[in-house]
């Protein structure tokens, strides 16, 4: 009994060995470090699926029908200032979105159908593809499922960046109409020196009938 209380007596008063501290220059490497590989591991969740992200990541064979809808929707809105410019991008990117869920959407659909496809069976070509259709959107599910809210989610930001687009437009357009009417040469008036007043005074009235009066009467 008197060992067991002599070794717990030791182990509690026996002070316990301090580990090993780290410089602070390896303490700012270390943060540092962890900071970069972070930064660097949440930049790449952009850049995922390309979807929701604040970036696009533009395959090779998106980048001539993104630069066609550019050119084209840049035509239609006919942005004149910098904001204007930052929504028709919005826009652009909202749709280039939307044709990729629909694209990624479609592909799963026909991986599923040839994977699914079973050419052994005894129904017809055409009912044993709508069958390979169902499996493949069976098993996919979650997939379409998630596609669907993304598209409505884009969707949505889309009527929101059209609808502010359209508001600034129409702002800046009647502020141009309004300094246009402002610039316009005012009308000349019309020359008043050559009016004959409508009314006359009572003393030229009378003065002009004593003229009459008086003046000789041809025989």
């Not at 952009?46 to 970036?55: D, E, I, K, P, V």
């Not at 050559?194 to 025989?219: D, G, H, L, W, Y």
């Amino acid at each position: 009994m008197r060992t067991v209380i002599h070794n717990a007596i030791k182990k509690a008063t026996t002070p316990k060995p301090v580990p090993p501290t780290r410089t602070p220059l390896h303490l700012a490497d270390a943060v540092t470090q962890t900071n970069l590989e972070g930064k660097a591991r949440a930049a790449m969740n952009a850049f995922q699926h390309g979807l929701s992200g604040h970036r696009m990541l533009l395959q090779p064979h998106e980048l001539e029908g993104y630069r066609r809808l550019s050119s084209e929707l840049y035509r239609d809105y006919k942005p004149a200032n910098e904001a204007e410019r930052q929504f028709v991008q919005k826009i652009i990117d909202c749709h280039t979105r939307i044709n990729r869920i629909v694209a990624i959407e479609n592909n799963i659909l026909n991986v599923g159908v040839s994977s699914n496809f079973r050419p052994d069976s005894t129904n017809d070509d055409e009912t044993e593809a709508m069958i390979a259709q169902a499996r493949s959107w069976t098993e996919d599910e979650n997939s379409f499922e998630k596609l669907g809210r993304y598209e409505s989610r884009i969707s949505r930001q889309l009527v929101q960046y059209s609808k502010e687009l359209d508001r600034i437009q129409d702002r800046r357009k009647k502020h141009e109409k309004e300094l246009e009417e402002i610039r316009q040469p005012i009308a000349k008036k019309p020359d008043t020196a050559k009016v004959i007043p409508f009314r006359q005074t009572a003393s030229a009235t009378a003065t002009q009938t004593v003229e009459v009066q008086n003046s000789p009467m041809k025989e």
